[in-house]
């Protein structure tokens, strides 16, 4: 291993390296590695000893800004230009065979899509997990502002190069909650979480309002040119992950391109460990394919998915699943949940409170065990609508994509509508599958259509068992809170209480898109 290579880049900035060498191999193919996370530790074990142990070449390079490497960190936003010159470089080293792949997981799949439709024929393959083409969609999800992951994420990258940097994985989540906690207002939320404002944070902030073609964030989305990627793809992603539905956004990108990525999904939250290992064997089977032509540990399908509920693996030939048809289950009077129609009926009420905003049990969030759990704390609430289903008569699989379709009146200019799929047990436990949330701005008084996109699912839902929606108008901090008033994120100023019909007719059928299979 030769460590801190200094690799110039156009500005005259040099990135620190090491470079992990395999022994007695000719010819051998590289494998790129790009992290603002360090170079070394565990990940540096596993990823540059592990696969230079199997016979290829391993870079593994600092993003700018940290662990060595010089320049200031501006995140998203230098890794095309620096990822480009670093593979520069590396093609101008007597140990580069001519040909190369890339991987990482979360920010360095980040910076293996921001390279990869500029990289040239040599770049064969990209192993990628738990990540997407673009971020943007994630710190907006819906239009609202994904404040914990947003603020644990600048928070945890501050505190790694700090003294005791290590333990930021688990210190930057507690920081996080302190800040969201404080009663400060939201833009001083970086002030309690690291002691300073967080540049990128106060960036997410400030560029809440822009549309992606802005300046801003078209710098730093990749997603438009998925479709020319010419390296071969896999993907490997969680059903409770920050990121998966942008990740499944890029497979089927691909897929429209005439490309043939992989894609498995497992039941993984972003920081699970135990999505390390079938990461590091799927990868190195892709490069032993891409790289050096044996294709004999390849699966035969394409998708691999882990069914919740029913507990296993399967293989399908693509995704959506075949076989898999939206069913549309209906909000209907008394707060039930039927596939028929509903009746002409009165809308459902509730006053959402910005000052006190509705909490958040479990979900997607990027540095906490996101998997399941009980809602029936959360189902209590005045400011959450509850809709069941009858016991369901068998067992029923759902794969696929998950929408919903809401009428809603809201007194304030702006509100957020947050839905979110359960399933309740024979023991009246109530467990979340999936979950979305759509910012919506309208006149006070006017009935507006909400379209909501919820995480995708592959479930089986048992026999005996519920399905449940839940409707509220918050769901804190995961989101931030929503102030009524339309006006940017930084600004503070009033909040405004927020009352909201949810409507159940013929003329407003309000309801949630499942994806049955069989």
């Not at 979360?106 to 500029?118: D, F, I, K, N, R």
């Amino acid at each position: 291993m030769t460590r801190d290579l200094a690799i110039p880049m156009p500005d005259g900035i040099q990135l620190m390296a090491d470079h992990y060498a395999p022994k007695g191999a000719v010819d051998a193919p590289a494998v790129l590695v790009r992290s603002p996370y360090g170079r070394r530790g565990p990940f540096g074990w596993m990823v540059g000893r592990g696969f230079a142990r199997q016979g290829f070449h391993v870079l593994i390079q600092s993003c700018r800004g940290g662990f060595g490497s010089g320049g200031l960190s501006d995140p998203l936003g230098d890794e095309h230009d620096d990822g480009l010159a670093t593979i520069a470089w590396m093609r101008e080293q007597p140990w580069y065979g001519g040909r190369f792949a890339t991987f990482g997981p979360s920010y360095l799949g980040y910076t293996q899509w921001a390279v990869a439709p500029y990289a040239g024929p040599d770049l064969r393959a990209m192993a990628t997990q738990i990540t997407a083409s673009q971020f943007r969609d994630a710190a907006y999800v819906g239009g609202a502002f994904a404040l914990e992951s947003a603020l644990s994420w600048t928070t945890l990258t501050d505190t790694l190069t700090r003294r005791f940097g290590g333990t930021a994985l688990f210190t930057a989540p507690r920081l996080t909650r302190r800040a969201v906690l404080s009663g400060r207002p939201m833009a001083e939320f970086d002030l309690v979480s690291a002691g300073h404002q967080l540049p990128f944070y106060q960036d997410l902030l400030t560029h809440h309002g822009d549309e992606p073609s802005a300046p801003y964030w078209a710098k730093r989305d990749f997603s438009p040119d998925v479709a020319d990627v010419e390296a071969a793809v896999t993907m490997l992603g969680g059903w409770y992950d920050v990121f998966l539905p942008w990740q499944v956004n890029d497979y089927l990108t691909m897929r429209r391109a005439g490309r043939r990525p992989y894609l498995t999904i497992g039941p993984w939250y972003h920081v699970d460990p135990r999505h390390s290992r079938p990461a590091l064997a799927e990868a190195l089977a892709w490069y032993r394919a891409h790289l050096l032509g044996d294709f004999s540990a390849l699966r035969a399908d394409p998708v691999r998915l882990f069914i919740t509920g029913a507990n296993e693996w399967r293989d399908y030939p693509d995704w959506p699943v075949p076989g898999m048809s939206p069913s549309r289950w209906h909000l209907h009077a008394g707060f039930n949940l039927f596939p028929e129609d509903p009746s002409p009926s009165a809308p459902d009420r509730f006053r959402y409170h910005p000052s006190h905003p509705t909490p958040v049990i479990g979900g997607p969030v990027l540095l906490a065990d996101s998997r399941p759990r009980d809602q029936r704390r959360l189902e209590a609430r005045r400011d959450v609508l509850v809709y069941t289903s009858p016991p369901l008569p068998a067992d029923t699989e759902m794969i696929g994509p998950v929408s919903a379709e809401l009428f809603v009146r809201s007194s304030a200019p702006c509100a957020d509508v947050v839905v979110r799929v359960c399933e309740v047990s024979p023991s009246g436990v109530s467990r979340n599958i999936c979950e979305g949330v759509r910012r919506t701005l309208s006149s006070p008084g006017d009935i507006r259509r909400v379209p909501v996109e919820l995480w995708p699912i592959g479930h089986r839902f048992r026999r005996g068992h519920s399905i449940r929606v839940h409707v509220a108008a918050g769901a804190y901090p995961t989101i931030a809170r929503n102030p009524g008033t339309g006006r940017p994120l930084a600004d503070g100023g009033p909040m405004i209480p927020a009352d909201i019909e949810v409507f159940h007719t013929p003329e407003h059928p309000s309801a949630v898109m499942l994806p049955t299979v069989g």
